[in-house]
């Protein structure tokens, strides 16, 4: 039914047509179904009488808006209608073929509502399944993501695993071999402090001994070489405890790593698991609006691939000094020994040529004790030549003495008197020429005797320098430390 203003035959005509997109969205549904106008009854007087040509004069104005207007506009607008109080009852307002034209659009509006309603119903159960096997679908492709994601911390954290685990046995393979370092450097003091103590005895020998021989050469290269040995111990002993520190400190970086990484396995395993009859599930108002992520996957994976990379990087060099220590350690220890068996070798040539020297020595001075013994024999034997030609002066001398006695002109010139006097010359030079022999005699015999001062006294060097050599130095040389002992093992 239409207000007084209104053609009639409009509505039931022309009924009022269904929108095409009748499911609206479900946010709009609810506001749909209060926007409706619901069906507004006349509001034109009943006490008009029956007058067609008013009707349709009336009708054939503008339809009214009535309907969309508000509910202080109606009033204002119906009672600007003039009040009918004598009603004629035997006026009617409608027709029967209004009554069942207006039965019939009751019906279709019926059969309308039911069928949108129908609709309604058979749409939002189609939803409901269809929102259902998409949050269904929605959370098996997040748990099938958990999932993923599960498998590819447990990757990475089983390449944490095995790099750690590198790492470790890398760490303490270098620190064994840092032990090994610490241990020959130690042991290259003995070495070095046997070799000064020969080249302070060594400054004890005497006299011609006191030479820069080949020994006192070679002592000191060897201790040149056992500085240069400390040196180079020492560099490499402060780069393995960098490395240390550097392999530690990867390691920690990986231990971290590590923990965080078991701590995400076990949430994100936690949450992959969860379902929806799982106990402890509930509602986290705003939790999907909290962003405190730090990371991407690109930017996480890199995380981890580069702290894998920088344990690789430093197992590397660790393993690369580690072989440059056990290297050195064989140079070095080869180096010492060389340089060891060369001074050894140069004491015994040198302890050799000293007691040939000092045999020869003593057999120089045998020959010279056994000269004096001559010498002083002979020195003895002259002087007693000398005591037997006086007797034969005295008693030359003598027969002139007396035959000076004879009287006047027996004091002849005779062959008697000639060889007197020839025999006292003769006798007399023969005492002069012993005389002149002792002194020789003894001269030589002082030569001797200095001789026999210097060979023993040359003799006493010699014995001091073997022993120096011989008892001292070599006897300190044998507590040389083994090969095995300078490369670091006890």
């Known amino acids: 039914m239409e207000r007084v203003g209104c053609t009639l035959t409009s509505t039931y005509a022309h009924p009022r047509p269904t929108p095409t997109n009748f499911l609206p969205a479900i946010s709009t549904m609810a506001s749909s179904y209060r926007d409706r106008f619901p069906h507004s009854n006349f509001t034109h007087s009943l006490s008009l009488p029956w007058r067609p040509s008013t009707y349709y004069k009336v009708a054939s104005s503008y339809p009214s ?31 029967p073929d209004d009554w069942y034209r207006s039965n019939l ?60 685990d590198e790492m470790i046995g890398e760490t303490n393979a270098l620190i064994d071999v840092k032990k090994r370092l610490e241990r020959a450097l130690m042991e290259t003091e003995a070495p070095l402090q046997v070799a000064r103590e020969c080249l302070f005895h060594r400054e004890k020998r005497m006299g011609i001994d006191l030479v820069h021989d080949e020994v006192e050469t070679q002592l000191l290269t060897e201790v040149d070489t056992i500085l240069c040995c400390q040196e180079r111990m020492k560099l490499h002993l402060d780069k393995a405890i960098a490395q240390l520190a550097a392999d530690r400190a990867s390691q920690h970086e990986l231990e971290k790593d590590l923990s965080d990484k078991q701590t995400a396995y076990r949430i994100d395993d936690k949450c992959h698991h969860l379902r929806n009859t799982s106990d402890g599930v509930g509602y986290f108002c705003g939790v999907e609006r909290v962003d405190a992520t730090v990371s991407v996957p690109e930017s996480w994976a890199k995380f981890t691939d580069d702290n894998i990379l920088r344990s690789q990087s430093e197992r590397a060099a660790s393993a690369k000094l580690r072989d440059d220590i056990e290297n050195l350690l064989v140079v070095t220890a080869n180096e010492m020994w060389n340089q060891f068996n060369k001074v050894n070798l140069c004491f015994t040539n040198r302890i050799a040529e000293t007691a040939d020297a000092k045999n020869k020595i003593q057999m120089h001075l045998a020959k010279t004790l056994q000269e004096i013994f001559q010498t002083e024999m002979t020195i003895e034997s002259i002087k007693k030549a000398i005591k037997d030609k006086t007797a034969f002066l005295k008693v030359a001398q003598t027969r002139l003495d007396e035959r000076t006695r004879r009287p006047n002109i027996e004091l002849c010139r005779d062959m008697a008197q000639l060889r007197l006097v020839n025999e006292v010359h003769e006798v007399d030079d023969t005492i002069q020429t012993l005389q002149q022999r002792l002194r020789d005699a003894e001269d030589t015999l002082q030569s001797l005797v200095h001789t026999k001062a210097t060979l023993e006294h040359d003799l006493a060097v010699k014995a001091n320098s073997l022993y120096i050599d011989q008892e001292k130095c070599m006897s300190m040389r044998k507590s040389y430390p083994n090969t095995l002992r300078l490369v670091g093992f006890c």
């Open 65 to 95: 808006v009535a309907p969309y207007c508000t509910r202080s506009q109606r009033v204002s607008e119906n009672a600007m209608l003039p009040f009918v109080s004598n009603r004629t009852t035997f006026f009617t307002r409608y027709t």
């Open 105 to 164: 659009t009751n019906y279709q509006e019926s059969n309308t509502s039911r069928h949108n309603s129908e609709k309604l119903r058979v749409d939002t159960s189609r939803l409901i399944q269809d929102k259902y096997q998409q949050t269904r679908k929605t959370q098996a492709d997040t748990t099938q993501n958990l999932g993923e994601r599960v498998n590819d911390i447990g990757f990475w954290k089983s390449e944490i695993i095995h790099e750690l």
